[in-house]
């Protein structure tokens, strides 16, 4: 892309991030949540891909790494609701204390929850356009991706 | 204007831009439309003030088509529609015009627009700060009551990840020809 796209997207793509952290965090007080804040965030992963290309200014997750964070987030999601078992409850069963609403820190599991989703649905969004795009970021790394 | 209207004007338009995706003959062109329709569904949640699933909506329309011209890179087709003969399309129509009157009881006897069918949304609106502890009912009922779907539609994607990585990874083997 030219130089005018890239100077845009150096400029604004920290903000896309942060909105979707933004919508991650505040998922349970505020309309938003994980699906829509990992969605965000891939976003800008995509974005920069987008404007730069090959080259991009800063390091971004490949293939492997995005992989590992989605099977990350399905491990966190499945381990909540083991958890939930192990303490004689029902599967994904919210076992937290609901603290006070309208706190960051309340709603029990519904923000670790919130935080598995995203890692699940943003990561695996980038993943697809990544392989998508056929050759990952650079060969090299391709190539030690494969392993 | 009650939102009535705009909702009527909104989803002519998507029905619209959905039959021009169909006609068009370039497949780019289509995805454009595709969006729009998009687009327009999510106009009709922030009318209807649903502004989580606006905010989805568009998000996942942006990605769509994002990530559907990067496939059709990717796949690398010109995909050009084949002329159908006119008795075929006349037969279609009738069909369609057939079914939609046949249909229409059905719709009459749908509730009006506005008081659903459904009473449990009542239950959560009383009980659902109280039990789950989130303001955001949506969230209370996507992370708490309906948990189990959304651990599917995790699954869902995850498959779909899956699925596509060993498509292409195939097809890059055989291209190529090494790493056997």
Redesign the interface.
């Known amino acids: 892309m030219d130089f005018i796209v890239k100077t845009v997207t150096r400029y604004t793509v920290w903000l896309i991030m942060l909105y979707g952290m933004y919508l991650v965090i505040y998922g349970h007080l505020n309309p938003g949540g994980g699906f829509v804040g990992g969605l965000v965030i891939a976003l800008s992963f995509i974005h920069v891909t987008l404007a730069y290309g090959k080259a991009p200014p800063a390091e971004l997750p490949g293939k492997a790494v995005s992989h590992t964070l989605e099977v990350a987030g399905a491990f966190i999601y499945v381990g909540i609701g083991i958890i939930g078992l192990a303490l004689g409850l029902p599967f994904l069963s919210n076992f937290f204390g609901k603290g006070i609403p309208f706190t960051i820190l309340s709603a029990g599991t519904i923000p670790l929850l919130n935080l598995a989703i995203t890692l699940k649905v943003g990561m695996g969004i980038y993943l697809l356009y990544l392989v998508l795009l056929g050759t990952g970021l650079s060969q090299e790394q391709d190539g030690k991706d494969e392993r | 204007m009650p939102i009535e209207t705009w909702l009527y004007c909104i989803i002519g338009f998507m029905i619209l831009g959905s039959i021009v995706a169909l006609e068009l003959s370039d497949l780019l062109s289509a995805v454009v439309s595709i969006g729009m329709v998009g687009l327009g569904l999510a106009i009709c949640f922030l009318l209807l003030q649903a ?2 699933l606006a ?2 909506q568009f ?2 329309e ?2 769509s088509v ?2 559907l011209i ?2 059709l890179r ?1 796949t690398n087709q010109r995909w050009e529609k084949e002329k159908e003969p006119r008795s075929l399309s006349i037969v279609k129509v009738t069909f369609v015009a057939l079914a939609m009157i046949g249909a229409l009881p059905l719709f009459l006897g749908l509730p009006p627009f506005g008081h659903p069918l459904l009473e449990v949304s009542s239950y959560y609106f009383a009980e659902g ?1 109280q039990e ?5 009912l ?3 009922i ?3 009551y309906r ?2 779907d ?2 599917g539609e ?1 699954i869902v ?2 498959v ?2 899956i699925g ?2 060993t498509i ?1 990874r195939r097809r ?1 083997k055989g291209g190529s020809g090494h ?1 056997q």
Do not use: R
Request: glycine content about 6%.
């Open positions: 502004p989580d905010l989805v998000v996942i942006i990605l994002i990530i990067v496939m990717a700060l789950t502890g989130s303001p955001n949506l969230t209370a996507i992370l708490d948990v189990y959304t651990l995790a994607i995850f779909s990840v596509v990585m292409f890059k790493g």
